[in-house]
C-alpha cells in the first residue's frame, strides 16, 4: 500500500470524521434520526456487479442505526449499461424527493447534478471533483454534493508503473478509456507523461456503447499491444470489464484494473482504493445530512492509503511470474 501524496494528506478520513462537529450547520434536526431514511442508489452497470459496494453500504449503515426495512429505505436503480437509461432514473430519484442520493462516479455524479440542486448527493468515487466543477473544494464543497473523492487523477502513473515493474514484457500497452468522459483525458496525458521513463509505449483504444471488445483488442494486439490497461472511473469502462478480462485472457495478454473486483473476475492485476471500503464510509456521510447537516459543509474526503491485488491463477495461466518485490506489497491476492 501506498500513502496519499503530500497535498491530498489536508483531507484524510479519519481525521475528518473523527471531529463530531464536522463542519456542519446547526441544525433543529441534529441529534436525532429520521423516522425512515431514504436513499438513492444509482448505478449504470448491472446489480450483479454492484453487490459487494452496496452490502458494504448496507453494512455501514447498520453500524450507524439504520435496518433496510426498518428505518431505511434503499431505492435502487441500474442503468444495464444504457446511457439514456441513466437520465430516466435521474429523474426519476429526483421526483421522489428522497433524503439523499448516492453516485459513482464522475458521469453519474453530472447526471445527477444536472437533475437535481436541492436533493444530496453523496459521491462514492469521484476524480477530481474540483476540477470537474463538481464541488468547490474538498474543505467546503458547496451546493448539495459532498461525499469521497478518488485520487486516480494522481495515481494513474502510479499504476503504469507497478504493471510494468510486475510485467516488464507487457509493454506496448492497449489502454481502454472513454473519449467522451473529460476525466480519462486528464489519465491518458498523465500515463503519457509516465510512460517516456519506463520504456513504455502507449496504444490508446477508445471504448463507447458500440465497442466489439474482442474486435478492439484483437485490433490493439494487431499493432504490438502485449496487455491491458483500463482506465478507471467510467461507468462504460465498469460496464464492460468482465468482456475486456475475458478478451485480454483469450489473447494472452496480461490486464490492470484500478479497482480489486476485476482482479477477482480474472484481471491480472489492480491499484486503487478498495471500493468496499468507500462505500462503507459513504453511510457516515447520509448519517450526517440525516441528522440535519448540509451536504455542502460536510468536506469531501480522499483515500489514504491504495491497495494493491494480483490473480495468482491468471499469472500461472499467463506464464507469468509476478516479481517478490510486487507479491511483498500486495494486500489481496487471488489464488
Known amino acids: 500500500m501506498e500513502h496519499l501524496p503530500k497535498r491530498a494528506q489536508h483531507f484524510v478520513f479519519a481525521a475528518i470524521m473523527s471531529c463530531v462537529g464536522i463542519v456542519c450547520a446547526p441544525s433543529t434536526l441534529a441529534g436525532s434520526q429520521p423516522q425512515i431514511l431514504r436513499v438513492g442508489l444509482i448505478g449504470f452497470n448491472s446489480a450483479e456487479l454492484r453487490q459487494g459496494y452496496e452490502q458494504s453500504l448496507v453494512d455501514g449503515l447498520r453500524e450507524l442505526g439504520y435496518v433496510e426495512g426498518k ?5 435502487r436503480r441500474y442503468a ?3 446511457p439514456a437509461r441513466v437520465r430516466q432514473i435521474a429523474k426519476e430519484l429526483t421526483d421522489l424527493k428522497l433524503d439523499a ?6 458521469p453519474t455524479t453530472k447526471v445527477m447534478e444536472n437533475a437535481t440542486q436541492t436533493t444530496p448527493l453523496v459521491m462514492a468515487a469521484v476524480s477530481d471533483p474540483v476540477g470537474a466543477g463538481l464541488i468547490k473544494s474538498y474543505a467546503k ?39 467522451r468522459n473529460p476525466v480519462h483525458q486528464a489519465f491518458l496525458k498523465q500515463l503519457a507523461s509516465a510512460a517516456p521513463p519506463l520504456n513504455v509505449d502507449l496504444i490508446p483504444v477508445a471504448v463507447d456503447l458500440q465497442t466489439d471488445i474482442d474486435a ?3 485490433g490493439a494486439g494487431k499493432k504490438g499491444a502485449d496487455s491491458v490497461l483500463a482506465l478507471p472511473d467510467d461507468t462504460l469502462i465498469g460496464h464492460f470489464r468482465r468482456p475486456i478480462i475475458r478478451a485480454a485472457t483469450r489473447r494472452r495478454m496480461a490486464s ?10 480474472g484481471a491480472l492485476m489492480s491499484y486503487g482504493e478498495s471500493r468496499r471500503h468507500t462505500y462503507y464510509r459513504v453511510a457516515y456521510y447520509l448519517d450526517k445530512i440525516a441528522k440535519g447537516a448540509q451536504p455542502g459543509n460536510l468536506p469531501v474526503a480522499q483515500p489514504t492509503r491504495f491497495e494493491l491485488a494480483v490473480n495468482l ?18 494486500d489481496r491476492v487471488v489464488q
Open 80 to 82: 444495464d449499461g444504457q
Open 71 to 75: 428505518n431505511l429505505e434503499l431505492v
Open 141 to 179: 464543497p458547496g451546493g448539495n454534493i459532498t461525499g469521497l473523492a478518488t485520487q486516480f487523477e494522481d495515481i494513474v502513473g502510479k499504476m503504469l508503473q507497478l504493471f510494468i515493474e510486475a510485467v516488464p514484457q507487457a509493454s506496448p500497452v492497449a489502454v481502454m478509456h472513454n473519449p
Open 256 to 265: 490492470f484494473f484500478g479497482y480489486r473486483e476485476a482482479v477477482e473476475d
Open 101 to 106: 442520493i448516492v453516485t459513482t462516479c464522475t
Open 313 to 330: 491463477a491468471t499469472a500461472q495461466a499467463l506464464g507469468i511470474t509476478i516479481p517478490p518485490s510486487v507479491m511483498a506489497r500486495a
Open 216 to 218: 478492439a483488442i484483437d
